[in-house]
């Protein structure tokens, strides 16, 4: 049977199935709060976006964004389906190299890249880096001519987009700590002193608006402000990009109030946008690049936790209390993000009561899901929360000195543990006496 609005199966004893795979029995192997992930459906949301720029006749790159979820073996899954990565971290770019990726598929990113990061970016022959202030420009300049290296580049601009999301995850609108300002003239500054550049191969432009996104219309938009500028530089400088990144953000399915659109209809808008663009402006067609991380693993995890304790306040709310909280899933703490989920081991019962699922953490705030639909609850019952693919272990923590959770992969019914569940011993590693 086929769970409604997501896509996974419930099997004949009536337990939520992923991959194959009986999520009750995954509990019982591996332990609670347990992270899962249908490889198989990643691999279906990155063949969307592949093929449809394949099928369109554009040259372009997908490149993971890892700060999503990353690990060696999801990048190593990305590999072998041809994707790009982006990295913003030097943790993750370590990650990806560990990973034996292709250092000419890694972009670097970040606001405030420092030495460190920059110098195993060079050494490494990595295939971009997306600038995003004037301070980088002077300070990889220096590097490169330390190591002797030339480096391909892209600047990130900041069109003035209003995107409609939340305002922590909204980025290309003006006032934002990333990248050059359009309006105000930043960005030609900083095109004059990479074009032609001696070390630094300008290859383009970047922008990001933000993410969770469900409509076109503010790509639409921010490919004409990028196009107008463009239009200027060839002008007056006889410019023209050979590639233009317009980022993810990428919206999905998180409850029945999201309606994202199918992921090859952004392309298709995408390609027809820059099109219209070129044909008049008689460019030549730049190769265009993008940017999804949600998109692509979000929908494929999901997170099991062990129901523990129960709370009714009369006339007021019942609660329910599961074994992790805001230690796996920062997101319902940090943006109010809506979560929707069923107890895995009864997943085809009729829903008959209403309950908030409350984290362990001693936090008012660790309160997982508002209000969710289940069947009468029972200590010991297996929760399944749906669509935490995205966000879940990459912002995972150790408030209260809690470990972080084991992740799985399955595939054609078959499991792998690709990140260990944490020992407490792990958790003190670092700490130092002070006797």
């Not at 192997?29 to 449809?52: H, M, Q």
């Not at 040259?59 to 890892?66: E, G, L, N």
């Not at 969710?372 to 297996?382: K, Y």
Request: overall charge negative; some cysteine.
């Amino acid at each position: 049977m086929k769970l409604a609005g997501h896509p996974f199966q419930v099997n004949k004893e009536g337990h939520l199935v992923i991959g194959g795979l009986d999520t009750v029995g995954l509990a019982k192997k591996y332990g609670t709060p347990l992270y899962v992930y249908d490889v198989s459906i990643i691999r279906e949301n990155c063949r969307a976006f592949v093929n449809t720029f394949k099928e369109l006749g554009v040259s372009a790159q997908v490149a993971y964004a890892s700060k999503a979820f990353s690990s060696i073996a999801i990048l190593q899954v990305m590999k072998q389906e041809g994707l790009s990565i982006d990295v913003v971290s030097e943790g993750e770019l370590y990650t990806a190299l560990k990973a034996d990726f292709p250092t000419e598929k890694i972009h670097l990113h970040g606001n405030n890249k420092s030495i460190d990061e920059l110098t195993l970016a060079i050494e490494n022959n990595i295939g971009c880096i997306v600038i995003d202030n004037f301070y980088e420009i002077e300070l990889l300049n220096r590097l490169l001519d330390e190591h002797d290296k030339n480096m391909n580049v892209l600047l990130r601009v900041t069109p003035g987009i209003q995107s409609k999301t939340h305002q922590y995850i909204m980025t290309g609108n003006e006032d934002s700590k990333f990248g050059f300002n359009l309006a105000n003239g930043q960005a030609e500054k900083a095109f004059t002193q990479l074009d032609n550049h001696d070390r630094i191969h300008f290859k383009g432009l970047h922008c990001h608006i933000g993410s969770q996104i469900f409509e076109t219309d503010s790509f639409t938009k921010a490919a004409e402000i990028l196009f107008d500028e463009l239009a200027k530089w060839h002008s007056v400088y006889n410019y023209t990009p050979e590639v233009l990144n317009f980022g993810g953000g990428f919206g999905i399915r998180y409850t029945k109030e999201d309606s994202p659109l199918p992921l090859a209809q952004y392309v298709d808008e995408l390609v027809l946008t820059v099109k219209k663009h070129i044909s008049h402006l008689q460019f030549p067609m730049p190769e265009i690049w993008i940017e999804p991380g949600r998109s692509i693993v979000g929908n494929a995890g999901i997170t099991l936790y062990t129901i523990g304790s129960t709370k009714e306040i009369p006339g007021v709310r019942n609660y329910i209390a599961v074994d992790g909280g805001m230690t796996d899933n920062l997101r319902p703490a940090l943006y109010q993000a809506k979560y929707e989920g069923v107890i895995a081991n009864r997943a085809d019962q009729p829903n008959t009561t209403e309950v908030s699922v409350a984290g362990k953490c001693c936090e008012s705030g660790d309160m997982l899901i508002w209000d969710l639909p289940l069947p009468e609850v029972n200590n010991g019952d297996i929760l399944a929360v749906f669509s935490t693919g995205a966000y879940g272990y990459s912002m995972a923590n150790n408030y209260n000195r809690f470990s972080k959770a084991a992740v799985v992969f399955v595939e054609n019914g078959q499991d792998k543990l690709i990140i260990k569940r944490e020992t407490y011993d792990d958790i003190i590693r670092n700490d130092l006496s002070y006797e």
